[in-house]
């Protein structure tokens, strides 16, 4: 299995984009490095994302609905196929 790299690398776009804040690029690098390189799909926790980046679960929300809002991520819900309830998101790098 290849090591993962020491770093992540964020879209330009995404740093040139206006309507994203910093704390925003935070969220989207945080989530970047729980993603497969190759795949650019993870499946972090809301809480581990929030940790990382110091914020709330509810100011994690926002974040997260500016970053699909405006293209750079897509996050598909996901349940234990046992009991049906939610298990984490699974959190798509969009190619921007």
Known sequence: MEERKPFVMLPKS???????????IGVYASIAVCCHDQYKLGAPSRATI?????????????HLKVLVDRGYIEITHRFDSSGGG???????????
């Open 86 to 96: 939610k298990t984490s998101n699974q959190y798509k790098l969009l190619n921007v």
């Open 14 to 24: 995404l740093v040139k984009d206006e309507h994203i804040k910093a704390a925003t």
């Open 50 to 62: 929030a940790k990382m980046c110091g914020m709330n679960n509810n100011t994690l929300g926002k």
